[in-house]
Nanobody, 118 residues
Framework: QVQLVESGGGLVQPGGSLRLSCVAS????????MNWYRQAPGKERELVAG????????NYADSVKGRFTISRDNDKNTLYLQMNSLKTEETDEYFC???????????WGKGTLVTVSS
């Protein structure tokens, strides 16, 4: 059974930091591109950051470059997102995604809520 379980969300003040984690099971984690998405109520899901299966290639949305860092530990089947200098408008549900484009496979976690507020 495929599972992606996010954790690490919570309440943080503007300018603060959080580290999200996503633990994967039920598939070969190291074979998948991994992504973090976020979504606010009534808005489309937005790609925040992605990392290649081996971890050597990373990409970020322009809005988070220089503040967020995506990483993975293939030995622990875990994906991370370090978020610094958080802004109030980044209050969203954050989702972990595993993807194999060639096979049309997309797995999703249930999300973790990040609230940036003073």
């Amino acid at each position: 059974q495929v599972q992606l379980v996010e954790s690490g969300g919570g309440l943080v003040q503007p300018g603060g930091s959080l580290r999200l984690s996503c633990v994967a099971s039920g598939f070969t984690f190291s074979n998948y591109v991994m992504n973090w998405y976020r979504q606010a109520p009534g808005k489309e899901r937005e790609l925040v950051a992605g990392i290649s299966s081996g971890g050597g290639v990373r990409n970020y949305a322009d809005s988070v470059k220089g503040r967020f860092t995506i990483s993975r530990d293939n030995d622990k089947n875990t994906l991370y997102l370090q978020m610094n200098s958080l802004k109030t408008e980044e209050t969203d549900e954050y989702f972990c995604n595993a993807r194999q484009i060639i096979y049309g496979i997309d797995y999703w976690g249930k999300g973790t809520l990040v609230t940036v507020s003073s």
